[in-house]
T-cell receptor, first 112, second 111 residues
Framework: NAGVTQTPKFQVLKTGQSMTLQCAQDMNHEYMSWYRQDPGMGLRLIHYSVGAGITDQGEVPNGYNVSRSTTEDFPLRLLSAAPSQTSVYFC???????????FGSGTQLSVL | SQQGEEDPQALSIQEGENATMNCSYKTSINNLQWYRQNSGRGLVHLILIRSNEREKHSGRLRVTLDTSKKSSSLLITASRAADTASYFCAYSGAGSYQLTFGKGTKLSVIP
C-alpha cells in the first residue's frame, strides 16, 4: 500500500499564480483533510472532507478551495497565491472516526 | 482559536532519561491523540486516549488525561537518540469533525 501520496514535494510560485496540490489515498478512507504547518504555529486545518461530495472549512480556509469527487482524491487549490501562503502543506486521511490519521510526506510551497 | 498549547516548546535530555511533555486544550473532547514528526516528514500516530480513560501505556509511552483540567501528558521512558523529533497532541471536540493540533514540543535526545 502506498498510503497517502502528495505531489509535488516542492513548488515555487509567483504571487498571483494558481496551482493545485494533489493528495491521493489507497486505504478507502472516508475522512481526508489538509493542514498547513508554519514555524511556531503547529498544524492548522484548512479544509476537510467526510466523504465524496462533502467538504467543509477548517480554521484557515481563506485563499484555498477543495473538492472531493472520489473517495481516493482530495486536491487543494490555491486560487491566487500570496506570500502568506508560503508553508508546508500536509494531507491526512483516516476512517470516519478520525482516531488515527495517516499523513502524506508534505509539500513545501514558496510564494515569491 | 481552539488550538491547544503544549509545553515545553523545546526539551533537551540525555539518552536514558525520561521525557515528559504536556498538552492543554480548550473544549470538551472525545479523545486525545499524540503524534510524532521527524524533521521534514509527515506525522505518525503514536497513541490515543479516550475521554473516559485516565492513563494508557504503549511500550515506552505513557499517556495521561485529566478532563477536569483539560490537559494531557506524554511520558517517554528511557529515551533514545532515535526519539529526537517533534511531538504533537491532537483532539476533536465533541460533535466536531475537525481534528485540532497543538503547537508541538521539540524533543532532542543527546547520545
Amino acid at each position: 500500500n502506498a498510503g497517502v501520496t502528495q505531489t509535488p514535494k516542492f513548488q515555487v510560485l509567483k504571487t498571483g499564480q494558481s496551482m493545485t496540490l494533489q493528495c491521493a489515498q489507497d486505504m478507502n478512507h472516508e475522512y481526508m483533510s489538509w493542514y498547513r504547518q508554519d514555524p511556531g504555529m503547529g498544524l492548522r486545518l484548512i479544509h476537510y472532507s467526510v466523504g465524496a461530495g462533502i467538504t467543509d472549512q477548517g480554521e484557515v480556509p481563506n485563499g484555498y478551495n477543495v473538492s472531493r469527487s472520489t473517495t481516493e482524491d482530495f486536491p487543494l487549490r490555491l486560487l491566487s497565491a500570496a506570500p502568506s501562503q508560503t508553508s508546508v502543506y500536509f494531507c491526512a486521511s483516516s476512517t470516519r472516526d478520525r482516531e488515527k490519521l495517516f499523513f502524506g510526506s508534505g509539500t513545501q510551497l514558496s510564494v515569491l | 482559536s481552539q488550538q491547544g498549547e503544549e509545553d515545553p516548546q523545546a526539551l533537551s535530555i540525555q539518552e536514558g532519561e525520561n521525557a515528559t511533555m504536556n498538552c492543554s486544550y480548550k473544549t470538551s473532547i472525545n479523545n486525545l491523540q499524540w503524534y510524532r514528526q521527524n524533521s521534514g516528514r509527515g506525522l505518525v500516530h503514536l497513541i490515543l486516549i479516550r475521554s473516559n480513560e485516565r492513563e494508557k501505556h504503549s511500550g515506552r509511552l505513557r499517556v495521561t488525561l485529566d478532563t477536569s483540567k483539560k490537559s494531557s501528558s506524554l511520558l517517554i521512558t528511557a529515551s533514545r537518540a532515535a526519539d529526537t523529533a517533534s511531538y504533537f497532541c491532537a483532539y476533536s471536540g465533541a460533535g466536531s469533525y475537525q481534528l485540532t493540533f497543538g503547537k508541538g514540543t521539540k524533543l532532542s535526545v543527546i547520545p
